[in-house]
């Protein structure tokens, strides 16, 4: 399900506070590289991102 983006964040975030616990988020924003140029992006609602089998992300340890 794709919405709107989101506003910007807020300024006041608690930089000292944020620690390496898991964060729940309710999305991320999605960007296209076509043509030379990336699109404005787009405001996804869903935690689990597409990915290629063979993503050279995923290493699985070759080299």
Partial sequence: MVTQL???????????????KWIDTNGYVK??????KWDQGEFVRDPYIKMHICAPALNYGQE
């Fill in 31 to 36: 960007y296209i590289h076509k043509d030379g």
């Fill in 6 to 20: 989101p506003p910007p964040p807020i300024s006041t975030v608690e930089w000292d506070n944020l620690g390496f």
